[in-house]
């Protein structure tokens, strides 16, 4: 006796090949742990969660050459105006240029979540951060989000590339249109 198609009602047919393609999927997502993203490779977090308070101190105290050892030499940046900047060099003298412009420059970085994808050895970092500085006007407060990726060389994580997303700005002529 063989069994179609037409034996079974059509909700019946779609239940069973439904069932069977999601086992089958199941088990192929399983058999593949080191193609997903781990949501906590432990050393890989620790290690990305020291780096960022490492360069929020550096940023603290003005400190480019701090803060250019958490980048990789070809770092990219995609600032809160818009503006890209390559290379570590580069990004060192515009944060310097913006440190010398307003004293009280503070930026801060607030990590919500890091994912790790180890076979890769790369990691996206997730956050939100601020800004704050006075200018002529009166104090400036701006806020938003980041993406920042990070690779492991030679055992060391470092950031190839990170993008700032301004969501809000408070004060003065700075927030009232693009600068």
């Given amino acids: ?26 088990a192929c997502a399983a058999s593949l742990p080191s193609s997903r993203p781990s949501a906590m490779s432990p050393t890989a977090h620790a290690a990305i969660s020291a780096a960022r308070a490492r360069s929020n101190a550096a940023i603290a105290a003005h400190d480019t050459a701090a803060i250019a050892l958490e980048w990789m030499p070809d770092i990219h940046v995609v600032s809160s105006t818009s503006t890209q900047t390559a290379g570590a060099d580069a990004n060192a003298r515009s944060m310097a240029g913006a440190f010398a412009r307003r004293s009280d420059t503070k930026w801060v970085r607030n990590t919500t979540r890091i994912r790790v994808f180890d076979a ?22 701006i806020t938003g989000t980041y993406l920042a990726q990070w690779r492991n060389t030679n055992g060391t994580w470092r950031i190839q590339a990170e993008v700032f ?4 700005c408070e004060g003065g002529a700075y927030c009232r249109q693009h600068p």
């Avoid at 006796?1 to 199941?26: E, H, I, K, N, Q």
């Avoid at 951060?129 to 002529?136: F, L």
């Avoid at 997303?165 to 809000?168: E, K, S």
């Fill in 1 to 26: 006796m063989s069994l179609s198609r037409d034996a079974f009602p059509p909700c019946r047919f779609a239940a069973v090949s439904l069932l069977a393609g999601t086992v089958w999927l199941t």
């Fill in 120 to 141: 890769w050895q790369v990691a996206s970092e997730e956050g939100e951060w601020i800004g704050t500085w006075t200018d002529a006007d009166g104090p400036v407060r």
């Fill in 165 to 168: 997303v301004p969501v809000a």
